[in-house]
C-alpha cells in the first residue's frame, strides 16, 4: 500500500484527510511551504514558540537525510527511516537504528507526495547487519542505483550499491559492499560529461577517524583525531567505474581551504567536516556541501575540480531544531532547492522529518543563508 500526501493551496492550518478506498492511496492535506496561514497564530510552532520556515513532507511516518534527485522531470527524494527503537542517545549514534528505505516521489516542489513501498531492507543485504543510514541514489542507461551505508558483520561501516529498473525500487543490493569503500554518507554527483564521482565520510559515529592511516583501527577514538592545530580529517571522493557499482580510483581526501588556502583546521569546528557531503554543480563551479555536526551547520566550500580543493564559502543553513543536519540541492525547472530535516513532529533527534525550501544565489554564485525559522 502506498501512502500520499499532499501540499494545500489554502493558505490555512494543517489537515488531514482520511480514506483508502478502491485500493488507491489515501492523500493527506497539509500546508504548503510557500503559503502562509490566515492567521500566523495557526502555524506550528517550534518548543521555543518559532515559526518554522518550511513544513514536513510527511505527517505520520519520519524520514531524515533527504537525498533529492529530479528523474524524468519528476523528483525523487531517498532518505533514512526514522523509527524508534527506545535506544537512548549518544554521541556514535546508537539511537539512530534505522533497518529500511522508503521512497519519496512527487511531480513539483510543494506537490502531492507519495510515500513509496520499502525499497531496500538491511535484511536483504547479506553483508549488513545494521545501521541503514543516510543514502543517495543515480541513474545511468536505464538503471536506477541506490548507495547505503550499513555496518558489516564486524561493526564496521561500509558503502553498499542496489540496483532497479525503477527509481522506488524494490532495489537488489550486491552481495559485497563496495569494495574500498568505508565510513558512512554516500553521495554521487555525475559530472555534465557523464562521469559520477563518490564522496563519503562522517567522522564520530561515521568511523571515518578510524582510518586516519588508511587501514581500520579500532580503537582510532569515537570522536575525532585530537589534533585541533592540524588539519582537519577530510570528507573523500573517488570516480566510480563505468558499471556503477566500483570505485575506479581509491579513496582521496576532498580537502576543504579556509581564505587564505590553508586547509581548514580540526579545531575549527565552525568549517571543519563532519559527515553529509553533498556535490552540486552551478555555473561551471563544484559547490561541496556539508554538516559541521556538532557546531550543526550545513555549510559550502567551492572548487573547480569535483575533487576539490574547495574554499569554504559559507553556510546554507543556519542550525535547526534537533542535534543533525544533513541535505540536498537540486534545481527543478530552473530553480534550487534544498531539502534537509529538523525534529518538528516529536522533538527528538532520532524522530526527524523531511523539509524542502528554495534556495537563493547572489549573482556571484555565493548562496544566502537560509534560517530554519521564520523569526
Known amino acids: 500500500m502506498r501512502f500520499s500526501l499532499t501540499f494545500s493551496t489554502a493558505a490555512a492550518a494543517i489537515a488531514l484527510l482520511a480514506g483508502c478506498s478502491g485500493g488507491k492511496a489515501p492523500q493527506n492535506e497539509t500546508a504548503a511551504n510557500t503559503a502562509a496561514p490566515a492567521n500566523a497564530s495557526d502555524e506550528a510552532r517550534s518548543p521555543d514558540g518559532k515559526r518554522y520556515l518550511a513544513q514536513p513532507l510527511v505527517k505520520d511516518l519520519y524520514f531524515a537525510d533527504p537525498s533529492a534527485h529530479v528523474f524524468n522531470g519528476k523528483i525523487y527524494i531517498y532518505p533514512s527511516h526514522d523509527v524508534d527503537m527506545g535506544i537512548p542517545d549518544d554521541d556514535l549514534g546508537s539511537q539512530y537504528a534505522m533497518h529500511d528505505y522508503q521512497v519519496l516521489s512527487m511531480d513539483r516542489p510543494g506537490g502531492p507526495v507519495t510515500v513509496n513501498p520499502v525499497a531496500l531492507d538491511l535484511k536483504q543485504v547479506p553483508w549488513a547487519s545494521e545501521k541503514a543510514w543516510a543514502p543517495d541514489a543515480a541513474f545511468k542507461n536505464g538503471t536506477y542505483y541506490l548507495y547505503f551505508p550499513a555496518k558489516d558483520k564486524q561493526g564496521v561501516f561500509r558503502i553498499g550499491v542496489a540496483t532497479s529498473t525503477s527509481p522506488v525500487g524494490p532495489f537488489k ?6 569494495q574500498g569503500s568505508y ?3 554516500p553521495a554521487v554527483f555525475t559530472d555534465e560529461d557523464g562521469q559520477s564521482y563518490l564522496y563519503l565520510g562522517g567522522i564520530w559515529g561515521g568511523q571515518l577517524q578510524r582510518w586516519a592511516t588508511g587501514k581500520y583501527d579500532p580503537n582510532g577514538g569515537d570522536t575525532d583525531l585530537k589534533k ?3 588539519p582537519a580529517l577530510s570528507g573523500k571522493v573517488a570516480r566510480l567505474a563505468p558499471d556503477m557499482k566500483s570505485l575506479a580510483e581509491p579513496l582521496r581526501d576532498a580537502v576543504i581551504l579556509d581564505e587564505k588556502g590553508k586547509p581548514v583546521l580540526g579545531g575549527d569546528h565552525d568549517r571543519r567536516f563532519f559527515e553529509a557531503a553533498w556535490m552540486f554543480k552551478r555555473g561551471g563551479k563544484y559547490y561541496y556541501m556539508y554538516s559541521t555536526g556538532d557546531t550543526h551547520f550545513l555549510a559550502y566550500a567551492v572548487g573547480k575540480s569535483p575533487y576539490g580543493p574547495f574554499k569554504y564559502t559559507g553556510r546554507i543553513l543556519e542550525p535547526v531544531q534537533g542535534w543533525t543536519s544533513h541535505g540536498s540541492v537540486f534545481e527543478y525547472q530552473g530553480k ?8 518538528q513532529l516529536t522533538n527528538k533527534n532520532h524522530l526527524r522529518s523531511a523539509k524542502i525550501t528554495e534556495l537563493t544565489f547572489r549573482p556571484d554564485g555565493t548562496i544566502e543563508t537560509l534560517k530554519p525559522f521564520k523569526e
Open 183 to 185: 565510513s558512512m554518507d
Open 336 to 343: 534550487w532547492y534544498l531539502a534537509y530535516h529538523d525534529t
Open 173 to 178: 543490493a550486491e552481495p559485497q559492499p563496495i
Open 228 to 230: 585541533d592545530d592540524q
